[in-house]
């Protein structure tokens, strides 16, 4: 029963995260928007897809070789289903927090670095009916790139720490648990794309 609801839970803030992105560049900044899709495998339900809006309003538009890049806030929206909101008052969650871990890849013009980057999911009031958003936020690391030429980032799957509270904000009785989503086959996993020189 754990199990199974933790995953459900998974989605209420995925992300896919669902998720996170890695920063580079260290001249002005550029915008990145990204609609990407996660799976999340129910051991109750079966499986669940989960759409999520990535955004950043400072990915630099370029970096240098060797000169470390600049940190960059990150924002992953996603929309809970009346389902999985639903499950969260059967088991008396009425607010939802945690952390969300993203694997980031950065093609670096053919080298390629693997880099995780964490969210925070502040504490979201559960409605007693519909749909509800659920908005996670960090701050992307820096990175030195060694190579010149195009540089893209690309999102990948995601852990989920999530803890579901009663109303008085104590821990409901399944505590915190970790899921992990992955990304949907077949979509789009670019996020940004900029020039190392």
């Known amino acids: 029963m754990k199990t199974g609801f933790f995953t459900r839970a998974a989605a209420v803030v995925l992300v896919a995260g669902a998720l996170s992105v890695a920063t580079a560049g260290t001249s002005s900044a550029a915008t990145a928007s990204l609609d990407i899709t996660y799976v ?13 809006l990535v955004t950043s309003p400072d990915v630099p538009d370029s970096a240098t070789v060797g000169v470390p890049t600049a940190p960059a806030s990150h924002t ?21 927090d945690g952390t969300l871990t993203t694997n980031v890849a950065v093609d670096n013009a053919g080298t390629v670095q693997n880099l995780t980057a ?3 999911i502040p504490n979201t009031a559960v409605p007693s009916s519909g749909t509800f958003q659920v908005v996670a936020t960090g701050t992307l690391p ?4 060694a190579n010149a ?16 509270r009663y109303a008085n904000g ?4 399944i505590g915190t648990v970790n899921s992990p989503c992955t990304v949907k086959a077949g ?8 020039q190392v020189a």
């Open 76 to 96: 992953v929206t996603a929309t809970v289903s009346d389902d999985i909101r639903n499950t969260l008052w059967w088991i008396g969650g009425r607010s939802v």
């Open 40 to 52: 999340c495998e129910f051991s109750i339900t079966g499986v669940h897809d989960v759409p999520a």
């Open 187 to 194: 979509q789009a996993t670019k996020f940004h794309e900029f």
């Open 170 to 173: 104590d821990p409901t009785w």
């Open 149 to 164: 030429g195009t540089t893209t980032i690309s999102l990948g799957n995601a852990t989920l720490s999530l803890t579901p």
């Open 142 to 145: 820096s990175m030195t790139l």
């Open 118 to 120: 964490t969210s925070t």
